[in-house]
């Protein structure tokens, strides 16, 4: 369980600028914006299933028409590459009891932007770590041939459950030969190449896809999943009738998932000139909200103040901050905000004033609070969608949202700002969700 302290940042006082001053403003998000970010986002929902390419909302047919009930037994192998880190899972499920083995890599900054078959050697090659270790474990024949599940959080074009070509990357890769190319066979050529041949690829899945099985596993009462960590997406179940693209004859089920790829929505977002440094006409909605570019952008607001209003004196170091350090700072509830000035010191290299940790706490809040306040608006959008075009789906029943990631996992405030957000909202609509 994670503690949420009240943010002191409110309450700090410190000598406003012209830049905080307008950056505040900028940032704001009262309640107004945000419905129309939510029912912005509905109507791109609703123009992406009615036809491919219908708007920012990419909207993907995921092709996974059932999900756990929690009854399950068996063993289960899971390949998952997201943003940061590649995972191999080993699951044995026994009714509602699971056992996991994970053997997590962080991917090397040179795979982002190599090769296809560096990528994918690399991703393959933990499958023997895992097959040298069930040996020596369990004395499992390593020729033992394995079904395996491959989790892929990119966006890409599904034509059936185990079959995907690449549409674009994002989280900072970019390997060109991949593109437009399906992403199962690029695996299965690697595994060969690493004579992996026990192992099959029998289904290709988005990670907030294999997010929403796992946690339905645990509650079917789940309907949303949501990621918010190095990147940002969702997911959620649709009445097959309310996807006017789906060629009935490809569909007998009632329901079927939908990965929306919703970082690339973009429509009335409060936007400033900080956010556009950052190539904001690709992926709009994940670079406000997601872990990846919230240090990147307050790093470039406090060196402007910087450079405008020498906020870190006359001799700094031109640096980015982590998310993860804006978390530490933000949670500094020291009178001298010591973690600030530790921070600001190693980083920026240089010696501040109290004065000059609280504007930077200040700054981080901002920055913070609009991200969170926009992804809360993000998830209503989602379920207005659903409670107006899928009867039955929710409206009276317990739902769920699903919520994973280590942004909102390890960062209390912006999970503080994003449920205070979204509770209020939908206590507004009389809808019953659970976060």
């Given amino acids: 369980m994670v503690a949420i302290r009240s943010s002191n940042s409110n309450s700090l006082s410190v000598s406003t600028t012209p830049i905080l001053t307008n950056l505040q403003h900028n940032c704001a998000t009262p309640l107004p914006l945000l419905r129309h970010v939510a029912d912005s986002i509905a109507d791109d929902m609703r123009a992406g299933m009615a036809v491919d390419g219908g708007s920012s909302l990419k909207m993907i047919l995921t092709y996974v028409d059932s999900l756990p009930t929690g009854q399950e037994k068996g063993l289960f192998y899971a390949l998952d590459i997201g943003g940061t880190n590649c995972r191999v899972l080993r699951v044995k499920l026994d009714g509602k009891d699971i056992d996991i083995k994970k053997i997590s890599r962080e991917i090397p900054a040179e795979l982002k932007t190599g090769t296809s078959k560096e990528l994918f050697g690399f991703i393959a090659s933990g499958l023997w770590e895992l097959v040298n270790w069930e040996f020596e474990k369990f004395g499992i024949q390593k020729d033992r041939k394995r079904e395996i599940g491959f989790t892929f959080s990119f966006p890409v074009e599904q034509t059936s459950i185990s079959k995907g070509t690449l549409i674009e990357w994002t989280k900072e890769f970019n390997i060109s030969d991949t593109i437009g190319e399906d992403v199962v066979a690029c695996l299965v050529e690697a595994m060969k190449e690493l004579e992996l041949d026990m192992f099959s690829v029998t289904a290709l899945v988005n990670d907030n896809v294999g997010t929403l099985a796992g946690v339905r596993y645990k509650d079917g009462d789940v309907k949303v999943v949501v990621i918010l960590g190095t990147g940002t997406n969702a997911c959620y179940i649709e009445r097959t009738k309310a996807i006017p693209k789906l060629n009935s004859q490809d569909h007998v089920t009632k329901d079927t998932i939908i990965n929306t790829e919703w970082g690339s929505f973009s429509e009335g977002l409060p936007l400033t000139e900080f956010d556009l ?135 209390p405030q912006y999970k503080l700002y994003l449920n205070e957000q979204s509770r209020s909202y939908l206590v507004q609509r009389n809808l019953n969700m659970w976060f």
């Fill in 277 to 411: 440094g950052t190539d904001l006409g690709k992926q709009a909605f994940e670079k406000m909200v997601s872990g990846k570019y919230l240090g990147v952008i307050v790093s470039r607001i406090l060196l402007e103040m910087a450079e405008s209003e020498n906020l870190l004196g006359e001799h700094y170091t031109p640096s980015v901050l982590s998310t993860r350090e804006l978390n530490e700072m933000q949670q500094d509830d020291s009178d001298d905000l010591e973690i600030v000035g530790s921070i600001s010191n190693k980083t920026f290299e240089v010696e501040t004033t109290l004065n000059m940790r609280k504007t930077v706490v200040k700054v981080i809040d901002t920055i913070v609070r609009r991200g969170a306040r926009l992804a809360g608006a993000g998830i209503v959008g989602i379920l207005e969608k659903m409670e107006q075009d899928s009867e039955g789906l929710i409206y009276g029943k317990r739902s769920v949202v699903a919520i994973d990631g280590s942004l909102y996992e390890q960062y």
